[in-house]
């Protein structure tokens, strides 16, 4: 049985679990070398790394031991949080680490990972924000504020980076079933909410994400950098 020849390393942070994971998975599935990094180190394939997002030393830590094992040829963002306040009891101090965890991680992390795939003669780096960013979402301004500034860092990476040869995209989820969801999302009253809502008529799956974000490395279009694709089953585009 012939070995298969490994395609490089990309770094996935938020690996340990949900849509990280899976998207670890169909990157290894694809031949590339995966460190999954996150603050448990926990990793589903792959090798783990302990790295907290929202701390520029643990980012530094984690990017160097991970270039020691390997060329670096992609990058995945897709640590995050989630929570809820209304936008009148929202506290300024919830409302600035959700920013931190959520988008400040994402220049972050790719500024650390940028000199790495310079030396590689460049790479892709994908976000994985929400299609929250472009709703009004009751309770969810930290959360909403926070995935739209992945947009805009997307944007603003893909300009400035295009001439070191690195594409820059935003995949943006609608709502996805983990493991952290699943009962909820398989209540009677919210399954039927969603048939409604959801033109698809179900939530997505988080192999379908981990497709899409595999597709974008093996495929490379360098073309295609700075956009966000929605994948929601039309929910954000239904009126
Ligand atoms: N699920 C959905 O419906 C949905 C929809 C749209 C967008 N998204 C986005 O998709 C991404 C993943 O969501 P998910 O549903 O898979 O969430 P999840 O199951 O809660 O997983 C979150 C991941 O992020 C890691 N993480 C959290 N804080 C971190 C920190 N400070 N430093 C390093 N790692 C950290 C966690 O690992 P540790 O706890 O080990 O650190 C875990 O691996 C998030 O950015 C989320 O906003 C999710």
Redesign the pocket.
């Known amino acids: 049985m012939s070995e298969l020849v490994s395609r490089g390393q990309i770094l996935v ?9 899976a998207i670890a998975q169909d990157l290894v599935a694809r031949g590339y070398d995966v460190a999954c ?4 180190g ?1 990793a589903p394939v792959g090798y783990g790394l302990v ?4 701390d520029p030393v643990s980012i530094k830590t984690a990017v160097d031991a991970a270039s020691a094992r390997g060329p670096i040829v992609g990058l995945v963002n ?5 929570a809820m306040a209304s936008a009148l009891e929202l506290k300024i101090a919830d409302f600035e680490s959700m920013m931190r ?2 988008a400040g ?1 994402v220049l972050m992390v790719s500024q650390a990972a940028h000199p790495h795939l310079v030396a590689n003669g460049g790479g892709t780096v994908v976000n ?5 960013d472009k709703l009004g979402v009751p309770d969810n301004t930290a959360y909403c504020a926070s ?1 739209a500034a992945v947009g805009a860092i997307t944007r603003c990476l893909s300009v400035e980076w295009a001439s070191d040869g690195i594409a820059v995209v935003n995949v943006a ?4 079933e ?4 699943r009962d909820f999302l398989s209540r009677d009253k919210v399954r039927a909410w969603m048939q409604k809502r959801i033109p698809v008529g179900r939530p997505g799956d988080v192999r379908e994400i981990a497709r899409l974000v595999g597709a974008l490395f093996a495929e490379r279009i360098a073309f295609l950098t700075g956009e966000t694709i929605y994948i929601d089953g039309a929910q954000g585009m239904n009126h």
């Open positions: 942070t938020g690996a340990s679990r949900g849509i990280g994971a990094l996150s603050r448990s926990d790295c907290d997002v929202g897709c640590a995050g949080a989630h965890v959520n991680s994985i924000g929400s299609f929250f995935k989820p609608g709502y996805i983990t493991d952290l969801n």
